[in-house]
């Protein structure tokens, strides 16, 4: 029988790949079968996991990237696609978080968060979505998180961004379904990385946020993986432009009854 979730053969640029989710990503994607092209701004940072991925016995590239700067973007395809040949999944991870208040954030803040997060995923995906269509296959996965459907206070941009990269989502998928490329949204819920650490030492805040977790508990690694499987594979070769928030139920707004 045909194992559609199987990614042997397959080529993944995992971008963000120095820590939290990226790292994350890319195991799953290795041990199913994928070899990596793992980005990060400073390539020092990847030498463990590189290490690690090999250990597994797949590939693993590290090459550097900065989202902001249009020419890393195309130099990081032009290496892989020279390593590879190919790129068959693009897991667009890269992003950063301001924390303020609306009233304090300044046009810088909004520039670092949105270039970032929206503008850098757009002409990454861009740049590797060219190579696709010339193969006519894709797999294009863009990070969001629950802030893709609901507002938080104290992260406007950041909201704002993942917002963006939904309907982005959405409107790659309707262009380049022709070409055999599929462009969902992967939504984690709450997951403790670096970028939300500060959070996670807040007991009072993780026991507030847990009571509103139907299944009761932050994510863990492992309930990612599962996900970016199945949309990086044939698995998933009738979806497109949708989002699948990987949250423990926490967008179903749920809060425990009062008997």
Request: glycine fraction near 14%.
């Given at each position: 029988m045909e194992n559609l979730f199987d990614l042997s053969g397959k080529v993944?640029?995992?971008?963000?790949?120095?820590?939290?989710?990226?790292?994350?990503?890319?195991?799953?994607?290795?041990?199913?079968?994928?070899?990596?092209?793992?980005?990060?701004r400073d390539t020092s940072r990847l030498s463990d996991f590189q290490a690690e991925i090999?250990?597994?016995?797949?590939?693993?590239?590290?090459?550097?990237?900065?989202?902001l700067n249009e020419s890393d973007i195309q130099s990081m395809v032009r290496v892989a696609i020279s390593q590879y040949g190919?790129?068959?999944?693009?897991?667009n991870n890269a992003g950063l978080n301001i924390r303020k208040s609306a009233a304090e954030f300044t046009w810088k803040d909004w520039d670092t968060v949105l270039d970032t997060n929206l503008k850098g995923a757009f002409f990454v995906a861009q740049t590797v979505g060219r190579e696709?269509?010339?193969?006519?296959?894709?797999?294009?996965?863009?990070?969001?998180?629950?802030?893709?459907?609901?507002?938080?206070?104290?992260?406007g941009p950041y909201c704002a961004s993942r917002g963006g990269i939904l309907q982005l989502s959405r409107s790659l998928a309707a262009e380049w379904g022709r070409h055999g490329i599929t462009v969902n949204v992967l939504?984690?819920?709450?997951?403790?990385?670096?970028q939300n650490k500060v959070l996670y030492d807040n007991k009072p805040w993780v026991e507030y946020i847990t009571d509103r977790i139907p299944l009761g508990r932050?994510?863990?690694?492992?309930?990612?993986?599962?996900?970016?499987?199945?949309?990086?594979?044939?698995?998933?070769?009738?979806?497109?432009?949708?989002?699948?928030?990987?949250?423990?139920?926490?967008?179903?707004?749920?809060?425990?009854?009062?008997?």
């Open positions: 993944a640029v995992v971008t963000g790949a120095s820590r939290g989710l990226g790292q994350y990503f890319g195991r799953a994607l290795a041990r199913a079968g994928a070899d990596l092209v793992i980005t990060s090999e250990g597994l016995g797949r590939r693993a590239l590290p090459v550097k990237l900065d989202v190919k790129i068959d999944i693009l897991v696709m269509i010339k193969r006519r296959y894709g797999r294009i996965i863009n990070i969001g998180s629950c802030t893709c459907v609901f507002g938080m206070e104290g992260i939504a984690p819920g709450w997951f403790k990385t670096a932050p994510g863990q690694p492992k309930d990612l993986d599962g996900t970016v499987i199945f949309l990086a594979s044939d698995a998933s070769a009738y979806v497109t432009g949708q989002i699948i928030l990987v949250d423990g139920g926490f967008t179903t707004g749920a809060t425990k009854a009062i008997i």
